[in-house]
């Protein structure tokens, strides 16, 4: 068996050594997709930091607490903001579908800076202040987030088919976006359904 | 001479009806003032935040560990929207206050991220220099080696193949 017969064999062996030792170089300038998916999730909790008791039936000067998180997986450090709205059964909510936010000013809000793959999470406390009833109607004056009083005004009428006047607080989740350097709303609220009572 | 004397006196009359007026106009100057200066403030802020957003990325991208820098961004973060939250109630004086402490820490932020930056930069330079040393000599160690190793097989066992063992010949 001549040593000519491995020459092919032994030129591959040498490139494969020779890419290996390039490999850290390449790598440098080679940058394949990750092919990961980009995103934001966006949570609400419970006062037991879990995704049960949310507060429900709320009575006036009651306190009442939640848990706001949001993920990030965009890839890179993002700079968020939540918006907390209150609205009434006919008022509107946002529409995740074609990145419309609600029109509905906002109360509260959060602004926050998350690196990529960390969350961040923030306790909120709110309290309704003050209501008027009357017979098939209730309006919330004024809502309590965090210690600071805001004025809503919101009426809703009573629900026959619930027993009760609905309210939902809601909140949205916002992305500043460097290309147009704004804010725009990201496509993504959770909200809860408050039963309030006088 | 009269004519310089009636001027005098019309010009110390409207002088004290100025100084009178002044004190019914002036809160509602101050009042106007307040709230445009409060929102030019935070106007400020957030442009401060911003900058200071894109002063961080900047060192991310450049390879530098931000997470002290965004815990400080989001303290500003906290104060913008405490700031934005007053504005919105009317508080002013609050909403100004909130918006310089948002501010400032920006400006700290970015002038950190900018020097966090350019020593990110230059560890990379440094890094990447290495990598394609040490690469380039891999390859040439490997090319050489290859070669010389080659040449020695030949000139060993080039004419008669590789020498068997002695229980297979």
């Given at each position: 068996m001549r040593v000519e017969e491995y020459r092919d064999w032994f030129m591959v062996g040498s490139l494969a050594l020779m890419l290996a030792a390039a490999t850290p170089t390449l790598a440098l300038f080679v940058h394949l997709p990750s092919g990961s998916e980009s995103f934001s999730e966006l949570w609400l909790l419970g006062p037991g930091h879990k995704a049960e008791g949310y507060p429900f039936n709320v009575?006036?000067?009651?306190?009442?607490?939640?848990?706001?998180?949001?993920?990030?997986?965009?890839?890179?450090?993002?700079?968020?903001?939540?918006?907390?709205?209150?609205r009434n059964q006919t008022q509107p909510l946002p529409v995740d579908s074609n990145s419309t936010p609600s029109p509905l000013p906002p109360l509260y809000e959060f602004d926050f800076f998350v690196r990529d793959g960390e969350v961040w999470e923030s306790l909120l406390n709110f309290r309704v202040l003050g209501v008027e009833r009357s017979n098939d109607s209730m309006t919330v004056n004024s809502l309590s987030i965090n210690g600071v009083a805001f004025g809503v005004n919101s009426t809703s009428l009573w629900d026959a088919e619930k027993n009760g006047f609905y309210y939902q607080l809601f909140f949205e989740l916002w992305l500043y976006n460097m290309t147009s350097q704004g804010f725009q709303y990201h496509s993504r609220h959770v909200r809860m359904w408050l039963n309030v009572t006088a | 001479?009269?004519?310089?004397?009636?001027?005098?006196?019309?010009?110390?009359?409207?002088?004290?009806?100025?100084?009178?007026?002044?004190?019914?106009?002036?809160?509602?100057?101050?009042?106007?003032?307040?709230?445009?200066?409060?929102?030019?403030?935070?106007?400020?802020?957030?442009?401060?935040?911003?900058?200071?957003?894109?002063?961080?990325?900047?060192?991310?991208?450049?390879?530098?560990?931000?997470?002290?820098?965004?815990?400080?961004?989001?303290?500003?973060?906290?104060?913008?929207?405490?700031?934005?939250?007053a504005y919105r109630l009317g508080y002013f004086d609050e909403a100004a206050s909130f918006a310089d402490s948002s501010r400032n820490i920006g400006g700290e932020v970015q002038d950190a991220a900018l020097e966090l930056k350019d020593a990110a930069v230059s560890e990379g330079w440094q890094s990447t220099m290495l990598t394609m040393v040490a690469s380039v000599v891999g390859v040439a160690v490997i090319a050489i080696g290859s070669l010389w190793t080659w040449h020695f097989l030949k000139r060993r066992y080039g004419g008669g193949g590789f020498p068997r063992s002695e229980s297979a010949s």
């Open positions: 009575t006036v000067n009651g306190d009442y607490r939640v848990y706001v998180g949001v993920g990030n997986r965009l890839g890179y450090s993002a700079y968020y903001r939540v918006y907390v709205k209150f | 001479m009269t004519g310089t004397v009636s001027a005098l006196k019309f010009s110390f009359a409207l002088m004290l009806l100025l100084i009178a007026s002044s004190r019914f106009f002036a809160p509602v100057t101050f009042a106007g003032v307040g709230e445009v200066e409060t929102a030019s403030a935070l106007a400020d802020a957030e442009g401060a935040l911003v900058s200071a957003y894109q002063a961080v990325l900047k060192a991310e991208e450049a390879g530098a560990n931000v997470s002290g820098l965004l815990a400080r961004l989001n303290e500003a973060g906290g104060f913008l929207a405490q700031a934005r939250m």
